[in-house]
T-cell receptor, first 115, second 115 residues
Framework: EPEVTQTPSHQVTQMGQEVILRCVPISNHLYFYWYRQILGQKVEFLVSFYNNEISEKSEIFDDQFSVERPDGSNFTLKIRSTKLEDSAMYFC?????????????FGDGTRLSIL | GNSVTQMEGPVTLSEEAFLTINCTYTATGYPSLFWYVQYPGEGLQLLLKATKADDKGSNKGFEATYRKETTSFHLEKGSVQVSDSAVYFCALSGGLTGGGNKLTFGTGTQLKVEL
């Protein structure tokens, strides 16, 4: 069964450094998402992406965050200058269609630790 | 805005016991409802979904019925196994007509099944 792949599984970075989290969505999917889960808290929506542009973003997704689909397979989340509070598990998801009925398929996540 | 409330865990059961994990939601309009499961060390996997009132989603012996009158989507299984030990997330998508498809999650409920 096709799956969403995320790398690395664990990233440790010094505060203030840039970090790029990578995702390979399911190949025929067109809708891409990033979520995060701070330890002990809810999974929170960050951003959705379709047709090479952001379709929706949350208040969390400020100017320090950006997303990109640099080629036909990868989908990346960049944090420009990391803060301690960015430490979380980051999940990438993809979906075949738009609309509230369409399930999203998740990767295993990248655990980001900011020191 | 949309929100999801789940019962707190951990829930500890003996094998073959009956499982209920409560989930209630707040949303305007007609959201779609989902249960996702996260096994240790893995990502979120879609367990089941329901897209309109009175729909019953089912998969792997798990069931949940979309109850609009009580704004609930409780997860049930008649006889749990040790292999069902995982964290279960209730989520919703959409709500307002034409709303987006980002997922709003509950906090997750950890289930431990013992022999």
């Amino acid at each position: 069964e096709p799956e969403v792949t995320q790398t690395p599984s664990h990233q440790v970075t010094q505060m203030g450094q840039e970090v790029i989290l990578r995702c390979v969505p399911i190949s025929n999917h067109l809708y891409f998402y990033w979520y995060r889960q701070i330890l002990g808290q809810k999974v929170e929506f960050l951003v959705s992406f379709y047709n090479n542009e952001i379709s929706e973003k949350s208040e969390i997704f400020d100017d320090q965050f950006s997303v990109e689909r640099p080629d036909g397979s990868n989908f990346t989340l960049k944090i420009r200058s990391t803060k301690l509070e960015d430490s979380a598990m980051y999940f990438c998801a993809s979906g075949a269609g738009q609309g509230k009925n369409q399930p999203q398929h998740f990767g295993d996540g990248t655990r980001l630790s900011i020191l | 805005g949309n929100s999801v409330t789940q019962m707190e865990g951990p829930v500890t059961l003996s094998e073959e016991a009956f499982l209920t994990i409560n989930c209630t939601y707040t949303a305007t309009g007609y959201p779609s409802l989902f249960w996702y499961v996260q096994y240790p060390g893995e990502g979120l996997q879609l367990l089941l979904k329901a897209t309109k009132a009175d729909d019953k989603g089912s998969n792997k012996g798990f069931e949940a019925t979309y109850r609009k009158e009580t704004t609930s989507f409780h997860l049930e299984k008649g006889s749990v196994q040790v292999s069902d030990s995982a964290v279960y997330f209730c989520a919703l998508s959409g709500g307002l007509t034409g709303g987006g498809n980002k997922l709003t999650f509950g906090t997750g409920t950890q289930l431990k099944v013992e022999l």
